[in-house]
């Protein structure tokens, strides 16, 4: 065994920069295979800690043709108490808040910005929460709040929160009831801070729907029944009127599992942040894709030492060494080399976890937090390599042992298809990486530099909730420096969402209609460069009208058939809600994800319910200093009030922000195609290595009957080219399709160019052009002589 161990042993010293690419590829591969099962377990274990997750469903309402995440309050009340299988129900309003807030410390007041959420009390009779402080038989009461551990920290460090107060900039003063644990980052929830909604907040409002409702049932299996019995229960003509029919009205209920909610993208109204399936599953094949690729380099590494070995190893069997004991050692081998590289795997990981690479994934990295699947891919580890050592150590003793002292096994027609084989398999599997990496970058491009129907360039954006009272006296002061050309409102950040506000159940010319309205100051279109089609811009004097004026899009013309200086109705049918003044191109005001809908900028008259400007656009003149331009805009805001923590920002993030989780996708898949085309290309290495050392007596007698170096090259060069240009030819189409499907989540997509195949072509193979021409190019310029003297 000594022998075969030393052979081993100056094999690995002759082909060490082969052995050590092997070593580094399979390594490579385990770190991405267990990178992105954490991040497919983080995604799919979404809410699953909650107790009887499997119970717990969303409400949705199917009201004229369209699912909506939201419903109004009298008609979740009376659904929760339809049934005896619904356990328990809760409502939360329809979007989160950040909220200012201060605390007194010894006499001094600190100040903080934090997310809230407002929820009835049975809430917490819904999902699990674990509390450290009070308990979930505390009623969450007007005027009481409930706080995750890390905030009670920050306000009040390592004291009892319980009985503490905070004083809300609008609610005044709030006491704490109860602190419970941080809620893990997978979870649709938050730590929020959670008020309780007030008991008669809307309570006979049916037009107003504005609430989330989720439920808990005592059985997953009676979920579908829930609608049905409602139906027999609920009397809707008592409140939509005697000619209300459930069958005529489209009126449906349908409830999502909390474990779904995630995927679900058909729902309006909806502010969980989404993923598709169909992603999860290309990172799971990704996964799987680049595991099998380093596989095939390590079989391919090892049956390239095979002609090498097999003298040896049958030499030793003359002198009596037993098969088995030859087979388990040279497995043991396969295995050793496999579990070291799952260690340099976890090496890897350490240090793509201390990185900004980090950040492309939403989970911690350490083996401590991921105990199950370091340990579930040590196992892999331990198949790969058994998988991996099988073949050679069957192939290298199935020969009769005189046979094998004799000949040469290197070239076999059988082992040379087998090569190939795998090796196509891994060409393949780069190419298809490499067309995905780059549609996804190319979409991405697009998303964030198409023309989005304005000027969104020098264009700052800033949160102005606190200085509502003050935007004329704002105003004037930042318009008072020079490199300010124009400051203009609204109520929401324009392209920050997939949604916004949506008026349903208005009238236009006796048909009910939905549209989205955005609220703005007078002169935001003006500011924004958004042009009018027809008609008019808005003007200061529409903020003295009664109800306030429109401009919609040309996809609400086109739908609803509108015209200028027409009104639109309320939903209670009394008066007029607003005169169309406009028409203006279909800017993206929302983001790729969704088609341009109906929409219309508003601006509020005298009489309404809203007209709060949240965020001040900020257009800056060409050829100012950023951050001189930033500094003033803080300092000016400041002005108005010290304390609060105002949030300034570039326009350009907004939209970073709106795309990160497709960017941080896209990197991901990027950085894994690079892994692939690494490991590809080590195969390909150790496939060349084995070839010219195979057919190293060939080469010298090429040499010796006068053929050049040049072409020897080539002649080897056109063998792997074949095998490229196969490979591409099933490869593009597999890719073609799995792009397709991932652009069906985008309304708008980058076009399916074609130079991006002939690019991924063209790349993997002058990478594979280089490599065979790097190892040929030394065997070609040996001693021919010498190379035939050795055989």
Same mark, same amino acid.
Request: net charge neutral; aromatic share 14%.
């Given at each position: 065994?000594?022998?075969?161990?030393?052979?081993?042993?100056?094999?690995?010293?002759?082909?060490?920069?082969?052995?050590?690419?092997?070593?580094?590829?399979?390594?490579?591969?385990?770190?991405?295979?267990?990178?992105?099962?954490?991040?497919?377990?983080?995604?799919?274990?979404?809410?699953?800690?909650?107790?009887?997750?499997?119970?717990?469903?969303?409400?949705?309402?199917?009201?004229?043709?369209?699912?909506?995440?939201?419903?109004?309050?009298?008609?979740?009340?009376?659904?929760?108490?339809?049934?005896?299988?619904?356990?328990?129900?809760?409502?939360?309003?329809?979007?989160?808040?950040?909220?200012?807030?201060?605390?007194?410390?010894?006499?001094?007041?600190?100040?903080?910005?934090?997310?809230?959420?407002?929820?009835?009390?049975?809430?917490?009779?819904?999902?699990?929460?674990?509390?450290?402080?009070?308990? =979930?038989?505390?009623?969450?009461?007007?005027?009481?709040?409930?706080?995750? +551990?890390?905030?009670?920290?920050?306000?009040?460090?390592?004291?009892?929160? =319980?009985?503490?107060?905070?004083?809300?900039?609008?609610?005044?003063?709030?006491?704490?009831?109860?602190?419970?644990?941080?809620?893990?980052?997978?979870?649709?929830?938050? /730590?929020?801070?959670?008020?309780?909604?007030?008991?008669?907040?809307?309570?006979?409002?049916?037009?107003?729907?504005?609430?989330?409702?989720?439920?808990? =049932?005592?059985?997953?299996?009676?979920?579908?029944?829930?609608?049905?019995?409602?139906? $027999?229960?609920?009397?809707?003509?008592?409140?939509?009127?005697?000619?209300?029919?459930?069958?005529?009205?489209?009126?449906?209920?349908?409830?999502?599992? +909390?474990?779904?909610?995630?995927?679900?993208?058909?729902?309006?109204?909806?502010?969980?942040?989404?993923?598709?399936?169909?992603?999860?599953?290309?990172?799971?094949?990704?996964?799987?894709?680049?595991?099998?690729?380093?596989?095939?380099?390590?079989?391919?590494?090892?049956?390239?030492?095979?002609?090498?070995?097999?003298?040896?190893?049958?030499?030793?069997?003359?002198?009596?060494?037993?098969?088995?004991?030859?087979?388990?050692?040279?497995?043991?081998?396969? =295995?050793?080399?496999?579990?070291?590289?799952?260690?340099?795997?976890?090496?890897?990981?350490?240090?793509?976890?201390?990185?900004?690479?980090?950040?492309?994934?939403?989970?911690? +990295?350490?083996?401590?937090?991921?105990?199950?699947?370091?340990?579930?891919?040590?196992?892999?580890?331990?198949?790969?390599?058994?998988?991996?050592?099988?073949?050679?150590?069957?192939?290298?003793?199935?020969?009769?042992?005189?046979?094998? +002292?004799?000949?040469?096994?290197?070239?076999?027609?059988?082992?040379? /298809?087998?090569?190939?084989?795998?090796?196509?398999?891994?060409?393949?599997?780069?190419?298809?990486?490499?067309?995905?990496?780059?549609?996804?970058?190319?979409?991405?491009?697009?998303?964030?530099?198409?023309?989005?129907?304005?000027?969104?360039?020098?264009?700052?954006?800033?949160?102005?909730?606190?200085?509502?009272?003050?935007?004329?006296?704002?105003?004037?002061?930042?318009?008072?420096?020079?490199?300010?050309?124009?400051?203009?409102?609204?109520?929401?950040?324009?392209?920050?969402?997939?949604?916004?506000?949506?008026?349903?159940?208005?009238?236009?010319?006796? *048909?009910?209609?939905?549209?989205?309205?955005?609220?703005?100051?007078?002169?935001?279109?003006?500011?924004?460069?958004?042009?009018?089609?027809?008609?008019?811009?808005?003007?200061?004097?529409?903020?003295?009208?009664?109800?306030?004026?429109?401009?919609?899009?040309?996809?609400?013309?086109?739908?609803?058939?509108?015209?200028?200086?027409?009104?639109?109705?309320?939903?209670?049918?009394?008066?007029?809600?607003?005169?169309?003044?406009?028409?203006?191109?279909?800017?993206?005001?929302?983001?790729?994800?969704?088609?341009? *809908?109906?929409?219309?900028?508003?601006?509020?008259?005298?009489?309404?319910?809203?007209?709060?400007?949240?965020?001040?656009?900020?257009?800056?003149?060409?050829?100012?200093n950023i951050r001189t331009a930033m500094s003033h805009i803080h300092s000016t805001l400041a002005e108005f009030d010290a304390n609060y923590m105002f949030e300034?920002?570039?326009?350009?993030?907004?939209?970073?922000?709106?795309?990160?989780?497709?960017?941080?996708?896209?990197?991901?898949?990027?950085?894994?195609?690079?892994?692939?085309?690494?490991?590809?290309?080590?195969?390909?290495?150790?496939?060349?290595?084995?070839?010219?050392?195979?057919?190293?007596?060939?080469?010298?007698?090429?040499?010796?009957?006068?053929?050049?170096?040049?072409?020897?090259?080539?002649?080897?060069?056109?063998?792997?080219?074949?095998?490229?240009?196969?490979?591409?030819?099933?490869?593009?189409?597999?890719?073609?399709?799995?792009?397709? $499907?991932?652009?069906?989540?985008?309304?708008?997509?980058?076009?399916?160019?074609?130079?991006?195949?002939?690019?991924?072509?063209?790349?993997?193979?002058?990478?594979?052009?280089?490599?065979?021409?790097?190892?040929?190019?030394?065997?070609?310029?040996?001693?021919?002589?010498?190379?035939?003297?050795? *055989?």
């Open positions: 065994m000594k022998a075969i161990l030393r052979n081993l042993v100056s094999v690995i010293r002759r082909f060490k920069l082969a052995a050590a690419l092997n070593v580094l590829g399979l390594s490579f591969a385990f770190a991405a295979f267990m990178v992105i099962m954490i991040q497919l377990n983080y995604d799919y274990g979404f809410d699953r800690f909650h107790k009887d997750y499997d119970k717990i469903f969303r409400v949705e309402l199917n009201w004229g043709n369209n699912w909506q995440a939201i419903l109004p309050r009298p008609f979740a009340e009376r659904f929760i108490e339809s049934s005896p299988h619904i356990v328990a129900g809760a409502l939360t309003n329809s979007w989160e808040s950040e909220i200012f807030l201060h605390v007194e410390n010894d006499g001094a007041r600190n100040y903080y910005r934090e997310k809230s959420l407002v929820v009835t009390p049975e809430f917490f009779n819904v999902f699990s929460f674990d509390f450290v402080e009070g308990s =979930v038989d505390v009623q969450l009461a007007p005027g009481s709040i409930f706080i995750p +551990l890390s905030l009670s920290r920050k306000l009040f460090g390592n004291e009892p929160a =319980v009985g503490k107060h905070i004083v809300h900039s609008s609610w005044g003063n709030q006491t704490v009831r109860a602190v419970y644990s941080d809620l893990p980052d997978n979870t649709i929830l938050n /730590n929020y801070i959670y008020f309780s909604m007030n008991p008669r907040e809307n309570l006979q409002s049916w037009g107003n729907s504005s609430y989330n409702v989720y439920i808990r =049932v005592n059985q997953a299996s009676n979920a579908p029944l829930l609608f049905d019995n409602f139906k $027999r229960t609920f009397d809707a003509q008592s409140v939509w009127g005697q000619h209300f029919t459930w069958e005529e009205s489209s009126t449906e209920l349908r409830l999502t599992p +909390l474990s779904d909610i995630r995927y679900v993208t058909n729902v309006q109204w909806d502010e969980v942040p989404k993923t598709s399936k169909q992603t999860l599953s290309i990172l799971l094949a990704i996964a799987i894709v680049i595991v099998v690729i380093a596989g095939i380099n390590f079989t391919n590494f090892n049956t390239s030492l095979m002609p090498m070995r097999v003298k040896s190893i049958n030499t030793q069997r003359v002198f009596g060494a037993q098969q088995n004991i030859i087979r388990l050692l040279i497995i043991s081998e396969a =295995v050793f080399f496999s579990l070291l590289s799952y260690f340099v795997a976890i090496c890897f990981i350490l240090l793509f976890n201390s990185t900004s690479l980090a950040g492309l994934v939403d989970v911690d +990295l350490s083996p401590s937090e991921n105990a199950l699947i370091f340990g579930g891919t040590a196992l892999v580890a331990l198949f790969v390599g058994f998988l991996v050592g099988v073949y050679p150590a069957l192939y290298m003793t199935s020969f009769e042992p005189v046979l094998a +002292l004799k000949g040469s096994f290197g070239l076999s027609p059988k082992g040379k /298809n087998l090569r190939n084989t795998l090796l196509g398999i891994q060409f393949a599997a780069s190419f298809a990486l490499i067309i995905g990496s780059l549609f996804m970058f190319l979409q991405n491009n697009f998303m964030q530099n198409s023309f989005l129907g304005y000027d969104k360039e020098a264009l700052i954006v800033a949160d102005i909730e606190r200085i509502q009272s003050n935007l004329d006296p704002f105003t004037n002061q930042l318009k008072s420096y020079s490199w300010i050309e124009d400051v203009t409102f609204g109520e929401s950040l324009l392209s920050s969402s997939d949604k916004y506000m949506e008026w349903g159940g208005r009238h236009y010319k006796g *048909e009910r209609i939905n549209f989205q309205s955005l609220p703005v100051h007078y002169n935001f279109l003006q500011v924004m460069g958004i042009e009018i089609t027809e008609g008019r811009n808005f003007r200061q004097e529409d903020t003295n009208t009664q109800r306030g004026v429109f401009i919609f899009n040309e996809a609400a013309r086109s739908k609803y058939n509108m015209e200028i200086n027409t009104t639109v109705i309320d939903w209670n049918g009394n008066d007029a809600n607003g005169e169309i003044v406009g028409f203006m191109p279909d800017v993206k005001f929302a983001s790729f994800r969704t088609a341009v *809908e109906p929409m219309a900028f508003y601006v509020w008259g005298t009489e309404n319910w809203g007209d709060r400007m949240q965020h001040a656009y900020i257009r800056l003149a060409a050829g100012i300034v920002r570039f326009f350009d993030e907004v939209l970073q922000r709106l795309y990160e989780k497709e960017t941080a996708l896209s990197a991901l898949i990027t950085l894994f195609s690079l892994l692939a085309i690494f490991i590809s290309i080590v195969g390909v290495f150790g496939l060349v290595v084995f070839d010219s050392e195979c057919r190293r007596k060939e080469i010298g007698i090429r040499k010796v009957l006068g053929a050049s170096t040049l072409g020897i090259i080539i002649m080897f060069n056109k063998a792997y080219f074949k095998i490229l240009a196969v490979c591409f030819v099933f490869a593009a189409p597999f890719a073609w399709y799995a792009v397709a $499907r991932w652009l069906e989540n985008f309304a708008y997509k980058t076009p399916m160019y074609w130079w991006v195949y002939l690019l991924a072509f063209a790349a993997v193979g002058v990478i594979t052009v280089c490599t065979v021409t790097f190892q040929n190019w030394r065997v070609a310029n040996d001693d021919p002589v010498k190379s035939i003297k050795s *055989e």
